[in-house]
């Protein structure tokens, strides 16, 4: 299984990122698929999730409203746009895979892991 992020970058305060994750060697649309990060001295954080056919999602308080999860199962990719960025979103994104049918918020949940994606928010 292979988990593919890619999308970050060097962006100012209040712009906007979309990350990708491309998914292989699992039946995408069997799994349940969050987004996760970690910011330098802080531990790993869930950002979002996203039900195997895009019915539910949830997000964490901090970017509500300025992030959105979506998904192709066509593509076997999930993303996240993401905007209105602020210093504070500065942290390596992952993504990740969950093979139950829920929304889970927990990373013990998940059952497989991309290397991550590093974006940067200037002030």
């Known amino acids: 299984v292979q988990l593919q992020a890619s999308g970050g970058g060097l962006v100012q305060a209040g712009g906007s990122l979309r990350l990708s994750c491309a998914a292989s060697?699992?039946?995408?649309?069997?799994?349940?698929m969050g987004w996760f990060r970690r910011a330098p001295g802080k531990e790993r954080e869930f950002v979002a999730v996203?039900?195997?056919?895009?019915?539910?999602?949830d997000y964490a308080d901090s970017v509500k409203g300025r992030f959105t999860i979506s998904r192709d199962n066509a593509e076997n990719t999930v993303y996240l746009q993401m905007n209105s960025l602020k210093p504070e979103d500065t942290a390596v994104y992952y993504c990740?895979?969950?093979?139950?049918?829920?929304?889970?918020?927990?990373?013990?949940?998940?059952?497989?892991w991309g290397r991550g994606t590093l974006v940067t928010v200037s002030s």
């Open positions: 990740a895979a969950d093979s139950s049918s829920g929304l889970a918020t927990s990373y013990r949940n998940y059952d497989y």
């Open positions: 060697g699992l039946t995408f649309n069997w799994y349940t």
């Open positions: 996203i039900t195997w056919n895009g019915g539910r999602t």
